[in-house]
């Protein structure tokens, strides 16, 4: 597949997001979506929606044993790409980010690292990767997004709460992601799903069903954000553009090369880079408001990267396919 091929495949999905969140954006300014309602959809997307979509993936397709082996091969190398990015990222944030606000400098950190995993880079790899048969993109984005929950909820809780208290295991552990995959996981490696049978069709479906949410209700959510936010202030401030760099291309270009190098292909590839490269998660502007750091700069980041990303992920993500 050439260049240009992958970068119109990819700015299609892209664009595809990007129609619906300027229908999030119109919906705010006409006040139909409150932060309220925006709160709200956020709580069934977290609790509901991405468990189904993690459970239809590793239900949804029947694999046969060797496929089953190779599937789970590459779960774990997944898992081990999406660990070890992450703390090369926290490691390389603390070198790079010395702002002598701590405020400003714990959320330059955190919007470095923490992409928007769970509402832009899950539905984006489901609609590249995806099939009505298979769900390999949806599969292992779910495992990219535990392991990026795992490293929210401890360092990213830590660091922006600025106390090791904050820290709380029982939050990792029943997060509705990571509940997703260790229910995913045991009906996938269980010996009736190896037998060949299927939870019952009116379940699937309604999992299914509920899982297909994950596209449209994220996108209206980062809509809302765009919509309240002051992307002029943030064209006027030189860390946002390091921030934003780092996340949109530094961060994802690096992981990009270091995989080729290493040997990483196919829709691992895809969807690692998928999550390297999406813009600042939406969480950075819920960790800001909690801890009572820059709330304003946080939507600023979340917004500016977003619009940029509709530019920058068509690229990388085109050029990541041309290549795997």
């Known amino acids: ?50 468990p189904c979509v993690i459970i239809n993936a590793f239900s949804g397709t029947l694999y046969s044993k060797a496929e089953i082996l190779s599937v789970l091969k590459n779960i774990g190398v997944v898992a081990l790409i999406a660990a070890v990015a992450h703390i ?56 990219y997004l535990a392991v990026f929950n795992i490293a929210l909820w401890t360092w990213g809780l830590i660091d922006m709460s600025g106390d090791k208290k904050g820290l709380n295991i029982k939050k990792i552990l029943l997060n509705p992601g990571i509940i997703g995959v260790v229910v995913g996981m045991i009906f996938f490696t269980s010996p009736l799903y190896s037998a060949g049978l299927q939870m019952p069709a009116m379940l699937q479906d309604a999992i299914s069903a509920i899982g297909a949410l994950n596209l449209p209700l994220p996108m209206l959510m980062v809509g809302f954000y765009l919509g309240k936010a002051d992307l002029l202030a943030a064209f006027k401030d030189r860390w946002s553009y390091l921030c934003i760099a780092l996340r949109l291309l530094v961060f994802p270009l690096i992981a990009l090369g270091l995989l080729w190098i290493c040997g990483v292909r196919g829709n691992v590839l895809t969807v690692s880079v998928i999550g390297a490269s999406a813009p600042v998660g939406a969480t950075a502007t819920i960790f800001s408001a909690k801890f009572n750091r820059d709330t304003a700069l946080s939507v600023r980041l979340v917004s500016l990267s977003t619009i940029l990303s509709m530019i920058t992920m068509p690229l990388i993500i085109g050029l990541t396919q041309m290549i795997a």
């Open 1 to 50: 597949m050439d260049f240009l091929t992958s970068f119109l495949a990819v700015a299609e999905k892209v664009g595809l997001l990007f129609l619906i969140i300027l229908l999030g954006i119109l919906c705010q300014r006409i006040k139909m979506l409150t932060e309220e309602a925006n709160k709200c959809m956020s709580d069934i997307v977290m609790y509901f929606v991405t």
């Open 88 to 143: 090369a990222m926290i490691i390389a944030v603390y070198f790079i980010f010395r702002l002598s606000d701590e405020g400003r400098r714990r959320l330059m950190r955190f919007a470095s690292v923490f992409s928007n995993a769970g509402f832009i880079a899950l539905p984006l790899a489901q609609a590249l990767i995806d099939t009505p048969t298979c769900h390999e993109g949806a599969l292992y984005a779910a495992v």
